[in-house]
């Protein structure tokens, strides 16, 4: 009898034993479950912040940085941008269209007053583009009036391509140098806003005049930024306005010399 009692008393403890560990291990798994869980959906609600950092490129972020320096400074350094490119693509276009193979022209010209005279040199000059041409046409012109005058027009002419060729540079380089200064300006104006307010709260607070301070910095470098850019083409322009003038000058000597050997 003594044998049975013990042998349900151990019966009841090892039932009430499993359970315990039972519900313990169940109460684990659910914790470890709701944690899983929770981690999971911050992951979730952390991975498309991130992606969206990551999909930003460099237009968005420049457009966003330009919205932030202010429409007032930023809009007119954005207009000096617009109409320093729009300048320099009518210069590049134009001077492209002015440069001529004068090596060719020359043996053209030569071989044209060879054959037929001052008029067929003429009617080629006529019929090519460029200002080393039309001071062809202009020294050929008034080649019957003697070497010295043919001489003089051409002289006289070619200051006024040179004019036509230099034509709206000046703008460029204004607007070269405006950029920048505006961009200073914005900067200043930042700064004195920035300081008004610490006089105002009287405490020094980062939070308080860092946005100033951005919107200062941002119109200095969007400033520099439109400089260097227009720099660059004013300095194509400058060159491609030097080697044409200097086709110019060579093809004005030769064509005197193609005169005085046509007189002979």
């Known amino acids: 009898m003594k044998k049975l009692f013990s042998i349900l008393a151990i019966a009841g403890l090892f039932v009430l034993g499993t359970n315990t560990v039972n519900a313990n291990a169940n109460a684990l798994v659910s914790n470890l479950s709701s944690t899983v869980a929770t981690a999971t959906i911050v992951i979730q609600d952390e991975t498309p912040a991130e992606e969206m950092t990551e999909d930003k490129g460099f237009t968005q972020v420049l457009k966003e940085q330009f919205i932030q320096g202010g429409a007032g400074f930023m809009g007119i350094v954005l207009l000096c941008l617009i109409l320093g490119l729009a300048v320099a693509i009518e210069r590049i276009i134009y001077l492209n269209m002015a440069s001529t193979n004068t090596d060719k022209l020359k043996q053209q010209v030569e071989d044209a007053l060879a054959s037929g005279g001052v008029e067929a040199a003429k009617e080629v000059c006529r019929n090519t583009r460029g200002p080393v041409a039309s001071i062809y046409y202009q020294g050929l012109d008034r080649a019957g009036e003697g070497i010295e005058s043919a001489e003089k027009a051409v002289i006289a002419y070619g200051g006024v391509q040179m004019g036509q060729l230099e034509k709206n540079v ?95």
């Not at 520099?224 to 400058?238: P, R, S, V």
């Open 170 to 264: 000046s703008w460029l380089s204004l607007f070269i140098a405006i950029a920048p200064m505006l961009g200073f300006m914005g900067t200043v104006i930042g700064m004195i806003q920035a300081f008004q307010k610490i006089s105002a709260v009287g405490n020094l607070s980062a939070s308080l005049i860092a946005g100033d301070i951005q919107v200062a910095l941002l119109t200095t470098v969007f400033g520099l930024i439109t400089a260097i850019i227009l720099q660059i083409f004013y300095n194509y322009i400058i060159a491609k306005i030097d080697g044409i003038v200097n086709d110019m000058e060579d093809s004005s000597i030769t064509l005197i010399d193609m005169l005085v050997d046509h007189k002979k």
